[in-house]
């Protein structure tokens, strides 16, 4: 599969979910938030721990190199396509950290690669208070796919303030402002979810990413977490060279041998070979969005 193609069916996918997920969801915890735990779920369980797993599994330093520049191709993508959810899951679930745990990997990533890595994290920079994520967001035609998590924030923040006013002479006022505020938001988001991509889906490579389960044969997250870091350990010692292996196929049977699986699996000199597009609009995206992108 094309990287291009297979990034534009995460957004699909991302699309889907994202557009299911109705404003009960958000507003109220809920016993079963079934939309919101498939769209959740699909970001950090699956493209998050894809990525981190992928990477970390793979011994061999060169093809663990191309192995992430591979996974930052599909962020880009992503982010021409405006499906900021994507990026954020892919660039924050396995690659932020790669600079501090895996210093050998981040040093031989490209320049164009380790410029994007620095633009997204600047985005959802807690000290600018995500105004260069806002920014963009406002500025990005639709259709789009937002960071969710940071809508749920706001929302909880606005359902903070009182419902009511209660005066100095003792009189109560409704606050009205509150209620507008969150259904001015709630639209918002409902302004993003009415807007469909123009992708043609592919259902094989859907089926294929949704079965992805990076954590198959843990009990629990923790476990998982922990393999991930005396993975970290293994290949690239601290204050060492990273160890040198052989170029092989992972024992692994948590990806299922398919095409989506192979591509992460060997070492390739080219990210853009056999170009295919989903979308009519391809080529004018691209170049629109490279000029966000740092060279």
């Given amino acids: 599969y094309d990287l291009k193609e297979l990034s534009d069916q995460i957004t699909l996918?991302?699309?889907?979910?994202?557009?299911?997920?109705?404003?009960?969801?958000?507003?109220?915890r809920l016993p079963n938030l079934y939309n919101l735990q498939n769209y959740m779920k699909f970001l950090d369980k699956v493209l998050g721990f894809w990525c981190k797993r992928s990477i970390?599994?793979?011994?061999?330093?060169?093809?663990?190199?191309?192995?992430?520049?591979?996974?930052?191709q599909i962020a880009i993508r992503?982010?021409?396509?405006?499906?900021?959810?994507?990026?954020?899951?892919?660039?924050?679930?396995?690659?932020?950290?790669?600079?501090k745990s895996l210093p050998h990997t981040w040093d031989r990533l490209s320049k164009q690669s380790r410029a994007?890595?620095?633009?997204?994290?600047?985005?959802?920079?807690?000290?600018?208070?995500?105004?260069?994520?806002?920014?963009?967001?406002?500025?990005s035609p639709l259709p789009v796919v937002p960071f969710i998590a940071n809508n749920q924030t706001r929302?909880?923040?606005?359902?903070?303030?009182?419902n009511?006013?209660?005066?100095?002479?003792?009189?109560?006022?409704?606050?009205?402002r509150k209620f507008q505020q969150i259904g001015e938001h709630l639209?918002?988001?409902?302004?993003?979810?009415?807007?469909?991509?123009?992708?043609?889906?592919?259902?094989?490579?859907?089926?294929?990413?949704?079965?992805?389960?990076?954590?198959?044969?843990?009990?629990?997250e923790n476990s998982f977490q922990n393999y991930l870091v005396t993975r970290k350990e293994y290949i690239e010692p601290v204050d060492s060279s990273p160890k040198v292996f052989s170029i092989r196929r992972p024992p692994h049977t948590w990806r299922s041998y398919s095409r989506v699986s192979r591509l992460f699996?060997?070492?390739?000199?080219?990210?853009?070979?056999?170009?295919?597009t989903s979308s009519q609009c391809d080529e004018h995206n691209h170049q629109k969005s490279n000029t966000d992108i740092p060279n």
Avoid: W
């Fill in 13 to 28: 996918i991302c699309s889907t979910y994202f557009r299911a997920i109705t404003s009960q969801e958000l507003l109220y």
């Fill in 164 to 176: 009511i006013i209660v005066l100095s002479t003792g009189e109560i006022l409704i606050n009205f």
């Fill in 155 to 162: 929302i909880a923040q606005m359902k903070e303030k009182h």
């Fill in 187 to 220: 639209c918002e988001i409902q302004q993003y979810q009415n807007m469909p991509y123009d992708i043609i889906p592919n259902y094989d490579i859907q089926r294929e990413l949704k079965r992805l389960n990076p954590m198959k044969g843990f009990q629990d």
């Fill in 116 to 139: 994007f890595v620095t633009l997204v994290d600047d985005m959802l920079g807690e000290d600018s208070h995500f105004k260069l994520y806002f920014e963009k967001l406002r500025q």
């Fill in 78 to 99: 992503a982010y021409e396509k405006k499906n900021f959810a994507a990026v954020f899951a892919i660039i924050f679930g396995g690659i932020i950290d790669l600079e």
């Fill in 56 to 72: 970390l599994e793979t011994s061999n330093f060169e093809e663990r190199v191309a192995v992430t520049e591979r996974f930052i």
């Fill in 265 to 276: 699996m060997i070492p390739s000199t080219s990210f853009n070979s056999h170009s295919r």
